[in-house]
């Protein structure tokens, strides 16, 4: 960051920031020089649309650019894969190697007749032979999407059959918490469902010649050992690449389209600069191949970079400390995980500074929901002194970020350290005015290379339009509720759950920041019950182990930390609360089984039973008195 702010003639990173947003054309340029980004950016660098400066304008329109050869550039002895799961390390590829798997899984495509625009789906985990048909589909200008192999058959249909994939690629098997569970049977019963369905192509041994009207092939059986050399085609900077899908909890997921140039610029800005990510640096981010962070996390190989790419559970009973050994052993510099992961961490009473050395870990990614006070207390305390714990926040939709960590910045405790560059972001209040020091709706109000190319399916642009644009017209409203202090900026809840008691905004993480401190509180979620002209707070709290809920302590503290429009009018005690599969709480879905409204795509969440205690139809879950 700092070698890029001195070559653009700046000495501070507020001047640097307002430079990136107001001069578009010369940051975006500069960072494709600096990035060595491979490529032909064209004879423009953008040009703004007057009408629809947000929907209209365009970067590098006249480029040519694969997204796939600029990751895999470099060195071809430098390891840049290792494959874990449970157990320890698996795999280990150069990045020659990778080059070879990413030949092989191109022709592959191509002998299945896959051309540019077309729509490669994958039911994989996250592994070396997932990454290489991954780079392999980008290589020749297909479009990849994934989901996650512990997806519902629903929830995959959901998602691919909006998008017609011409070949599904699944995998053999996964494992989670010490099992290892077959894909193959799933796989074959959706692919029977996908209407257009070409191909299926199993990474293993197939159980059928078809599925449906799809010939289905086992990839040993298609692989030349003979193809070595990737071929990249130049594709514009428009051109599709991803297409990811949001969580569903609310209705049909969105189908982001999201374009080749957009995605590399965008993310060798987070990793190079905001993550200073560099060569033979490590990154490990647990994640799974349907969330945004699989895509995000992956694009680190641009820097030079290595990815550990991890197959299971965060915390499996075996070794409940696995990401860590990891960390350690392999010498990962940059960890990516959640919140929840970090309290559950220090709620067992792991403390890797204890055991391991963690000598080369430089920086802690977490994204997912706010991180508590807690969460910095315990990475400082337990895990290591010197890093930057960066809090990171932005979407599917933008496969960024919107305020991330900044390794120029100081990091304060229940923070994110400020706006990426290029991102024209503030706080609108109900005035729709830029409000300071207080939450206001999180907006961008100027281009960046990855806004959305469209939503897939008909009437995408309008549906895109609708999305984002709809509140203020050429202005995105995020859909979250953020404060910008003098030190650095507060992501507390998504704006579709902020509680309003009397008319007055709360984020949900506001509460969620006390209430999870208090001893005998393991998690909790909050909904706005509405209530004639108004709402009440209604507080969900699971015990930690046989600890009894303590009404009155968990009203005191948020009386005294936050404010009295903060404590909760009832608190019920319940065994379990539900979250979606990317590891986020989903108070809109115990909001809707609460208030007897149906729950859309229940396959969406990890632990979709646990939504029949919210039954309108008499709670099952125990209210504690006072």
Known sequence: MHAFMTENGFERYEALHR?????????????????????????????????????GSRFFPHASVNLAENLLQGEAGDVVVVEADESGVRVQLTRGELRTEVARAQQVLLRLGVEAGDRVAGIVPNTAAALALTLGALSIGAVWTSCAPEFGPTG??????????????????????????SLVAKGLDIATQLPGLGHVLVLGEAAA????????????????????????????????AYIVYTSGTTGLPKSIVHRTGGILLNLLKEHLLHGDVQRGDRMLYFTNTAWMMYHWSIAALGCGASVVLYDGA??????????????????VTHFGTSPKYLSMMAKLG??????????????????????????????????????????????????????????????????IQGPALGMAVAALDERQVPVLGRPGDLVCTEPFPSMPLTFWGENGDERYRQAYFSTKDEVWYHGDLAEFRPTGVVISGRTDTTLKPGGVRIGTSEIYRV??????????????????????????????????????????????????RHVPSRVFSVPEIPYNLAGKKVEGAVLKAVTGRPVANRDSLSNPDCLDLFAVEGLLVREVKA
Request: with cysteine; proline share 7%.
């Open 350 to 415: 792991i403390r890797p500074n204890r055991d391991l050395d963690l000598v080369a870990l430089r920086c802690i990614l977490s994204a997912g929901a706010p991180l508590t006070d807690d969460n910095f207390d315990w990475v400082y305390g337990e895990v290591k002194s010197e890093l930057m714990l960066a809090s990171i926040s932005g979407g599917t939709e933008i496969l960024g970020c919107f305020v991330l960590g900044n390794p120029l910045l100081s990091v304060h405790s229940g923070e």
């Open 19 to 55: 430079w990136s947003v107001a001069r578009p054309a010369d940051f975006w340029s500069a960072l494709w020089q600096y990035a060595g980004i491979v490529g032909d950016p064209g004879d423009l660098a953008f040009v703004r649309h007057e009408q629809q400066p947000m929907t």
């Open 515 to 564: 209430v999870e401190q208090i001893p005998g509180v393991r998690d909790s979620l909050v909904i706005g019950y509405p209530i004639e002209g108004d709402m009440e707070i209604w507080l969900f709290v699971i015990p930690d182990g046989n600890a009894v809920v303590d009404v009155q302590r968990i009203r005191r503290a948020l009386r005294a930390e936050a404010s009295p």
């Open 156 to 181: 995959v249909l959901d998602r691919f059959g909006q998008v017609s994939p011409s070949v599904l690629v699944v995998a053999e098997d996964y494992v989670y918490n010490g099992k290892r569970h």
């Open 314 to 331: 965060a915390i499996p009973t075996a070794r409940q400390d696995v990401l860590w050994q990891l960390i350690d052993e392999l010498g």
């Open 209 to 240: 010649d078809r599925a449906g009207d799809a010939v289905v092939h086992q990839i040993a059986d298609l692989v030349d050992e003979s193809d070595s050399t990737p071929q990249f085609m130049p594709l514009p900077f428009d051109h599709p």
